[in-house]
């Protein structure tokens, strides 16, 4: 089956180059049968790239050690959930794995679009078979997976414990259907632009790969801050990683363009924008792809065998290079008629949340390259970690969180004062109440409390505009026949896009509140204990029971603490927190044992133990983290609200199309 | 606009405008916190972790001893010097606000700036060339019955368009 695998990777790369040429020359010479000729090549492609993925499964399931990477990610011990997520734990596998992704993308693109548009589609499967190629010639050339051992082991290393949990299985592959997904979008616009049909067909033809991929992107960095939580035992989510900056900066640019995106749907306007910012989003996923792969940058998510950096980096400046000259060379089609009402309209907010959202990604790109910048010129290497991040980016994160509520209230084309007062009054009395509120309870006495404050102050301006949006179109529908649930279902119903977005925006601002309170009210406490004697933390107080040694596998031996967690006298709660010793492993890993409620978690770890049974026992008090996950389930919720196919808005949008040419046309008159 | 709308408006900005004050002159939390967000985990496994965030045997016996500096007397400030001197400034969590690493604060709100004014020109230049539009359409509507009916059916096409993209305008805010 090895051989099967290795045999599919060459015929997939064979296919893929055979597939560029004949779509390349279809477009150009307007030659419908070579377009058909090449219909079979994103099945068969796909069909080999799959083929061989099966291989390495079975492979891996079989234990078959004769395959250099089964060897060094996984061993006979190995749970299946983890031998099915030990296909993406290193480089090779990983690149297997998004080129699996990437195949299974454009399949769906070419099934969904092979007989729309003849112009655009065959250029954008060029594009995004080029990017395949260029995977498929590094697993062939480079990165193997099918590499051999001449003499195999009996057995393997083993996966990386840290690595043994199942958000690994969740995780990456939420990520990479991000990363992957804005290949689409991208193939679109630089299809677009070489054959010059730069209207909107090609925003339209891809506008839901972008929300979904956005989705995707932004549920990975959720669940890997998830999976840091659980895992990684120090309390926290978000460390500021050049990985996870790499994670961040695509989701960001992407936000950008989902906003500047509806001024060139709504006024025709921006349109070298929009271009510029989704071609950045997909360079931003390769930069991504680069840090992780090139060694560059010390990050804890660094694979391995970090070799892969010159061929990235060539990917990177040829697709900047492309996008560049494409762009230059197109710039007096893509002229477009830019004017604006106002200042105060929701044209400008959403140009403004652009500057800001850039902002945020430029300074996060910023803070990630500086280490080498500082060592081109200095010759001294640096740090640049959360401490850097935290201070830039939060005061422009209170700004744009401020334009979340802005934005969606505000008038299109010219907003007048009675509009505003119309429409901001009552969100701004809701944001001073609970601002005054909030004084007395909440300590302000460090620069952090302050700023999470001000994040209270806004989210409650933020959620207030968008349920009284809700409130107010619910209450237009509202009639004696129709229940108030059923006015709000029909409401969001037929303005899908509109109120998923509001959505999203409730979701963004319940991460927002989360974010600001574990950061900020958060304590934590650490003691040595011996059995019967307990540590305090706010209204609780923790009983250190007992400590037991579970010889789990013949590679993994658990030892676990036991904790009665009280509240006013009642056992609420029995914390299990322990640490695992893996054979052939310098460190042990830490499995923390977490409470999870709206208003809290305690979060218990085991430091440390001895042989009398005496424990080191750390124990944090977060607020609020759980509105982090549960933001992230609203955001779902949001997306799948405006990704959701919808027959009217294509129909209002024909309608308006058609009452414009009407309405334009001076034969009318 | 009443004037309840204007107090509320006042009220708001002067609570968040104030509170962004004292932010710039709040004192620091917790010392051993502040220590170990101030400073890399210099373990030999180079996990790349800040101390504060790092749980491995090298974090924790550093952080002991951190614990025992603070105790003798010695301020955050004089540890991290002490650690520079021994490791380097690789040892810091963040650059410093001094020499080259000052670009490292400067630049990434000074693009912010640029920006701003960038996106304010643009505006202006945006919202200027509409204004113009609207006053050469206000002297064609002037001048209409005098241009006869081609004109006049131009004019009333642009009327009517504008009046079709307000009413779509409010429809959809």
């Given at each position: 089956?090895?051989?099967?695998?290795?045999?599919?990777?060459?015929?997939?790369?064979?296919?893929s180059?055979?597939?560029?040429?004949v779509?390349?020359?279809?477009?150009?010479?307007?030659?419908?049968d070579?377009?058909?000729s090449?219909?079979?090549?994103?099945?068969?492609?796909?069909?080999?790239?799959?083929i061989?993925?099966?291989?390495?499964?079975?492979a891996?399931?079989?234990?078959?050690f004769?395959?250099q990477?089964?060897?060094?990610?996984s061993?006979?011990?190995?749970?299946y959930?983890y031998?099915?997520?030990?296909?993406?734990g290193?480089?090779?596998?990983?690149?297997?794995?998004?080129t699996l992704?990437?195949?299974?993308?454009?399949?769906?693109?070419?099934?969904?679009?092979?007989?729309?548009n003849l112009?655009?589609?065959?250029?954008?499967?060029?594009?995004?078979?080029?990017?395949?190629c260029?995977?498929?010639l590094?697993l062939?050339?480079?990165?193997n997976?099918f590499?051999?051992i001449?003499?195999p082991?009996?057995?393997?290393?083993?996966?990386?414990?840290l690595?043994?949990?199942?958000?690994?299985?969740?995780?990456?592959?939420?990520?990479?259907?991000?990363?992957?997904?804005?290949?689409?979008p991208?193939?679109?616009?630089?299809?677009?632009?070489?054959?010059?049909?730069?209207?909107?067909?090609?925003?339209?033809?891809?506008?839901?790969?972008?929300?979904?991929?956005?989705?995707?992107?932004?549920m990975?960095?959720?669940?890997?801050?998830?999976?840091?939580?659980?895992?990684l035992g120090w309390?926290?989510y978000?460390?500021?990683?050049p990985?996870e900056n790499a994670?961040?900066?695509p989701?960001?640019?992407?936000?950008?363009?989902?906003?500047?995106?509806?001024?060139?749907?709504?006024k025709d306007?921006?349109k070298?924008?929009?271009?510029s910012?989704?071609?950045?989003?997909?360079?931003?996923?390769?930069?991504g792809?680069?840090?992780?792969?090139?060694?560059l940058?010390?990050?804890?998510h660094?694979?391995?065998?970090?070799?892969?950096?010159?061929?990235?980096?060539?990917?990177?400046?040829?697709?900047?290079?492309?996008?560049?000259?494409?762009i230059?060379?197109?710039?007096?089609?893509?002229?477009?008629?830019?004017?604006l009402d106002?200042?105060?309209?929701?044209?400008?907010?959403f140009?403004?949340?652009?500057?800001?959202l850039?902002?945020?990604?430029?300074?996060?790109?910023w803070?990630t390259i500086f280490?080498?910048?500082?060592?081109?010129?200095?010759?001294?290497?640096?740090?640049?970690?959360?401490?850097?991040?935290n201070?830039?980016?939060?005061?422009?994160?209170?700004?744009?969180?401020?334009?979340?509520g802005?934005?969606?209230?505000?008038?299109?084309?010219?907003?007048?004062?009675?509009?505003?007062k119309?429409?901001?009054?009552?969100?701004?009395?809701?944001?001073?109440?609970?601002?005054?509120?909030?004084?007395?309870?909440?300590?302000?006495?460090?620069?952090?409390?302050?700023?999470?404050y001000?994040?209270?102050?806004?989210?409650?301006?933020?959620?207030?505009?968008?349920l009284?949006?809700?409130?107010?179109?619910?209450?237009?529908?509202?009639?004696?026949?129709?229940?108030v649930?059923g006015?709000?279902?029909s409401l969001?119903?037929?303005?899908?896009?509109?109120y998923?977005?509001?959505?999203?925006?409730?979701?963004v601002?319940?991460i927002?509140?989360g974010?600001?309170?574990?950061?900020?009210?958060?304590?934590?406490t650490?003691?040595?204990?011996?059995?019967?004697?307990?540590?305090e933390?706010?209204?609780?107080i923790?009983?250190y029971?007992?400590l037991?040694?579970?010889q789990?596998?013949?590679?993994k031996?658990?030892?676990?603490?036991q904790?009665a967690?009280?509240?006013?006298?009642?056992r609420?709660?029995?914390?299990?927190?322990?640490?695992?010793?893996?054979?052939?492993?310098?460190?042990?890993v830490?499995e923390?044992?977490?409470?999870?409620?709206?208003?809290?978690?305690?979060?218990?770890?085991?430091?440390?133990?001895?042989?009398?049974e005496?424990a080191?026992?750390k124990?944090?008090?977060?607020?609020?983290v759980?509105?982090?996950?549960?933001?992230g389930?609203?955001?779902a919720?949001?997306?799948?609200?405006c990704a959701?196919?919808?027959?009217?808005?294509?129909r209002r949008?024909?309608?308006?199309?058609?009452?414009?040419?009407?309405?334009?046309?001076p034969?009318?008159? | 606009m009443?004037?309840?709308?204007?107090k509320?408006i006042?009220?708001?900005?002067?609570?968040?405008f104030v509170?962004?004050?004292?932010s710039?002159?709040?004192?620091?939390?917790?010392v051993?916190?502040?220590?170990?967000n101030?400073?890399?985990?210099?373990?030999?496994?180079?996990?790349?972790?800040?101390?504060?965030?790092?749980?491995?045997?090298?974090?924790?016996?550093?952080?002991k001893?951190?614990a025992?500096m603070?105790?003798?007397?010695?301020?955050v400030d004089?540890i991290?010097?002490q650690?520079?001197?021994?490791?380097?400034?690789?040892?810091?969590?963040?650059?410093t606000?001094n020499?080259f690493?000052?670009t490292?604060?400067?630049?990434?709100?000074?693009?912010?700036m640029?920006g701003?004014?960038?996106?304010?020109?643009?505006l202006n230049g945006?919202v200027?060339?509409?204004k113009?539009d609207?006053?050469?359409?206000?002297?064609?509507?002037?001048?209409?019955p005098k241009?006869?009916?081609?004109?006049s059916?131009?004019?009333?096409?642009?009327?009517?368009s504008?009046?079709?993209k307000?009413?779509?305008?409010?429809l959809?805010?």
């Amino acid at each position: 089956m090895n051989d099967v695998g290795e045999f599919t990777l060459m015929v997939a790369l064979a296919t893929s180059l055979y597939g560029i040429v004949v779509y390349v020359m279809a477009a150009r010479g307007n030659r419908i049968d070579l377009y058909l000729s090449a219909d079979k090549v994103p099945l068969i492609t796909w069909a080999c790239v799959m083929i061989s993925s099966i291989a390495l499964w079975k492979a891996f399931f079989t234990n078959d050690f004769s395959l250099q990477y089964v060897y060094a990610y996984s061993n006979i011990e190995l749970d299946y959930f983890y031998k099915f997520s030990s296909f993406w734990g290193g480089q090779k596998g990983s690149l297997l794995f998004w080129t699996l992704i990437l195949t299974s993308y454009m399949i769906v693109v070419h099934f969904q679009n092979r007989s729309k548009n003849l112009i655009v589609v065959p250029y954008a499967m060029a594009v995004m078979l080029v990017i395949t190629c260029f995977f498929l010639l590094l697993l062939n050339f480079s990165t193997n997976p099918f590499e051999r051992i001449p003499l195999p082991p009996e057995d393997g290393r083993g996966l990386n414990p840290l690595l043994q949990n199942y958000w690994m299985v969740i995780h990456p592959p939420t990520l990479y259907l991000g990363y992957v997904g804005f290949t689409v979008p991208f193939a679109f616009a630089v299809a677009a632009l070489i054959s010059k049909n730069l209207d909107d067909a090609w925003i339209r033809l891809t506008r839901k790969w972008t929300v979904v991929s956005w989705f995707f992107l932004c549920m990975g960095n959720l669940f890997g801050a998830s999976w840091a939580y659980v895992e990684l035992g120090w309390g926290g989510y978000w460390a500021w990683d050049p990985v996870e900056n790499a994670a961040f900066m695509p989701l960001i640019v992407a936000t950008a363009y989902l906003h500047s995106v509806m001024i060139q749907e709504k006024k025709d306007m921006m349109k070298v924008w929009n271009m510029s910012l989704i071609l950045l989003t997909f360079v931003m996923t390769i930069f991504g792809t680069f840090i992780t792969r090139s060694g560059l940058i010390q990050s804890v998510h660094t694979f391995d065998e970090a070799t892969l950096g010159y061929y990235f980096l060539g990917l990177l400046f040829f697709i900047i290079a492309a996008c560049i000259v494409l762009i230059v060379l197109r710039l007096p089609l893509l002229k477009s008629e830019n004017e604006l009402d106002s200042f105060l309209s929701r044209e400008a907010g959403f140009l403004f949340n652009n500057l800001l959202l850039l902002g945020i990604a430029f300074a996060t790109f910023w803070g990630t390259i500086f280490p080498i910048i500082s060592e081109a010129v200095r010759g001294v290497k640096i740090t640049v970690g959360p401490p850097f991040y935290n201070q830039v980016n939060v005061p422009i994160g209170l700004a744009l969180l401020a334009l979340i509520g802005i934005g969606p209230i505000i008038a299109w084309r010219r907003a007048t004062w009675s509009n505003l007062k119309k429409n901001f009054l009552k969100p701004l009395m809701f944001a001073s109440v609970g601002g005054a509120v909030l004084f007395p309870i909440l300590p302000l006495s460090n620069r952090s409390e302050i700023y999470t404050y001000i994040a209270f102050i806004l989210c409650i301006f933020v959620l207030s505009s968008m349920l009284i949006e809700f409130y107010k179109g619910t209450m237009a529908r509202y009639t004696s026949s129709e229940t108030v649930l059923g006015a709000l279902g029909s409401l969001i119903w037929n303005n899908k896009r509109r109120y998923g977005g509001y959505t999203v925006h409730i979701g963004v601002v319940m991460i927002y509140a989360g974010i600001a309170a574990s950061q900020s009210y958060g304590i934590h406490t650490e003691k040595r204990v011996k059995i019967g004697e307990t540590i305090e933390i706010r209204d609780y107080i923790l009983r250190y029971e007992k400590l037991a040694a579970i010889q789990a596998t013949s590679v993994k031996t658990r030892i676990i603490a036991q904790l009665a967690v009280e509240k006013n006298g009642k056992r609420i709660w029995t914390a299990r927190p322990e640490k695992e010793f893996y054979k052939g492993q310098n460190q042990p890993v830490s499995e923390v044992d977490v409470r999870s409620t709206l208003a809290s978690d305690l979060y218990v770890i085991l430091a440390d133990f001895s042989e009398d049974e005496s424990a080191t026992i750390k124990v944090y008090h977060n607020p609020m983290v759980k509105w982090l996950w549960t933001g992230g389930w609203v955001i779902a919720l949001g997306t799948m609200v405006c990704a959701w196919p919808d027959r009217l808005e294509q129909r209002r949008r024909l309608e308006r199309l058609k009452r414009q040419q009407i309405v334009f046309s001076p034969a009318q008159e | 606009m009443g004037i309840h709308f204007k107090k509320i408006i006042s009220v708001f900005f002067i609570v968040f405008f104030v509170a962004i004050a004292c932010s710039s002159l709040a004192t620091a939390g917790a010392v051993l916190s502040d220590l170990e967000n101030q400073l890399m985990c210099k373990c030999d496994d180079k996990c790349g972790k800040v101390l504060i965030n790092c749980t491995c045997s090298t974090a924790d016996k550093n952080r002991k001893k951190f614990a025992k500096m603070l105790e003798s007397g010695l301020t955050v400030d004089q540890i991290v010097q002490q650690q520079v001197e021994k490791y380097g400034e690789t040892v810091l969590s963040a650059p410093t606000k001094n020499g080259f690493n000052l670009t490292a604060w400067v630049i990434p709100f000074g693009a912010l700036m640029i920006g701003g004014v960038g996106l304010r020109k643009l505006l202006n230049g945006w919202v200027g060339k509409s204004k113009l539009d609207i006053e050469f359409q206000n002297t064609e509507d002037g001048a209409a019955p005098k241009s006869g009916s081609k004109k006049s059916g131009e004019m009333n096409a642009s009327k009517y368009s504008r009046r079709l993209k307000d009413e779509l305008d409010r429809l959809e805010t």
